[in-house]
């Protein structure tokens, strides 16, 4: 046996321990840094938080203060909505109130005593289409109501005239000249020759037709035939017959009575 060399069996198995150890740590330091690598690559916007072994957002887009700050706008915007929404209720009831009230002084009242003889003729109606509808409903006028309402709006004849005198002269839609010509006034149908009565592509069209002639011609100061804006002025150009304008009188007054006040 050697004394003189140190032995060198105990540091071979030292070294080889070493090696195994070393290798162990080598091993978990690369899984641990392929584990930040993933999750970092997985959430870019995020950054790892050694400590708690777990990872951090750092999205600039989480801000609470700036969701709470948004949410408050959309409640703030979602009352007035509410508020709006009932305010426009109000409205359309105060509107419907104060028509129904205007329908009763103007129209199923009448002007007078005498129905509708001394009411002016350029008087808005207070109709609506809706309305002309019902009181038209099966009839061969049904559906016209938007025709007369518009009638009234660009000329400025009142609507419940100009049904007075269709419904009048077109015995509610069942004439000759309405059912084959569509014209539901009679217009231009001349007792000395009837057959020259003008013919219509449509009955809407011959109520906007006849509205502006009326109001052009008898209803203006500086019109053809102007009398008046009643119905005993604009008889005296506008019919042959004198009794005219109490029969249209009498219309309008059976028609205001299919009126319906309250709606809805």
Not at 137 to 148: K, R, V
Not at 217 to 240: C, E, M, P
């Amino acid at each position: 046996m050697n004394k003189g060399r140190p032995n060198s069996t105990g540091l071979f198995h030292i070294s080889k321990f070493m090696k195994v150890y070393l290798g162990i740590i080598a091993f978990l330091i690369i899984g641990m840094m392929l584990v930040i690598i993933f999750k970092t690559t997985s959430y870019p916007n995020a950054k790892y938080d050694i400590a708690n072994n777990d990872m951090i957002s750092t999205s600039d887009s989480i801000d609470t203060n700036e969701l709470q700050t948004k949410l408050d706008a959309m409640n703030k915007n979602l009352s007035v909505m509410v508020y709006k929404k009932k305010r426009e209720e109000q409205l359309l009831r105060a509107y419907e109130k104060t028509r129904a009230t205007y329908l009763e002084k103007t129209i199923t009242r009448g002007a007078s005593e005498r129905g509708y003889l001394g009411l002016s003729l350029k008087q808005p109606s207070g109709l609506t289409a809706d309305i002309i509808n019902k009181v038209l409903d099966g009839t061969p006028l049904e559906g016209l109501g938007d025709a007369y309402i518009k009638a009234e709006k660009e000329t400025g004849v009142s609507a419940l005239f100009l049904l007075g005198v269709s419904v009048h002269e077109s015995k509610w839609g069942n004439s000759k000249f309405a059912r084959e010509r569509n014209n539901i006034f009679g217009y231009k149908a001349y007792d000395s020759d009837p057959d020259k009565t003008e013919r219509f592509s449509s009955k809407e069209e011959c109520i906007l037709v006849v509205a502006k002639y009326l109001s052009e011609n008898y209803l203006i100061a500086d019109g053809k035939y102007y009398n008046g804006i009643t119905l005993q002025a604009v008889n005296k150009r506008y019919a042959s017959d004198k009794s005219w304008h109490l029969k249209v009188n009498k219309v309008m007054e059976v028609i205001a009575a299919k009126i319906p006040l309250q709606e809805g």
